[in-house]
C-alpha cells in the first residue's frame, strides 16, 4: 500500500471522506487550527505501544517525523472508533480531534519536504 493510499485511508477515519467505515455516519468533516498558539500544537503526553520507532513523548507535534504523525492519527482514529463502539462516544471527540491534527501536522510537513527517512518508501 502506498503513502498516498495510507493516508487517504487515515482521512477517510477521521474526517469522514468516503471510505469502509471511518467516522461516524452523519458527522461533519473536522476542521482544526494547527496553527492556533494553545491548542494547535499538542504534547505528545503518551506513546501508542505498537510503535516501533524512538520515543517522542514530551516533543510537540511539530516536532515529530512524519511516520509517527501518520501512526498516531491512525491509533487515534481506531480508538476514537472503538469509543463510538462501545458508549464511550463522548470522549472519541478528543480522539478524532487529536488525529486530525497529526494528520494535518504531517501533511504540513510534507508539504514543506519533510519526508520521513524511516518511511518503508523506496528512496532510489
Not at 471510505?19 to 455516519?25: C, E, F, L
Request: aromatic share 8%.
Amino acid at each position: 500500500m502506498s503513502i498516498e493510499d495510507r493516508l487517504a485511508a487515515l482521512e477517510a477515519a477521521v474526517f469522514g471522506k468516503g471510505g469502509k467505515s471511518g467516522a461516524r455516519k452523519g458527522s461533519k468533516p473536522l476542521a482544526v487550527n494547527i496553527d492556533d498558539p494553545k491548542w494547535g500544537d499538542p504534547e505528545i503526553k503518551y506513546v501508542p505501544k505498537k510503535w516501533d520507532g524512538p520515543s517522542p513523548a514530551g516533543q510537540r507535534m511539530s516536532q515529530c517525523s512524519v511516520r509517527f504523525l501518520d501512526f498516531l492519527a491512525g491509533e487515534l482514529a481506531r480508538s476514537a472508533n472503538w469509543k463510538d463502539n462501545n458508549g464511550k462516544a463522548e470522549h472519541a471527540e478528543w480522539d478524532r480531534r487529536d488525529a486530525a491534527k497529526a494528520l494535518a501536522w504531517a501533511e504540513r510537513k510534507r508539504s514543506q519536504g519533510e519526508a520521513s527517512l524511516d518511511d518503508d518508501t523506496d528512496l532510489f
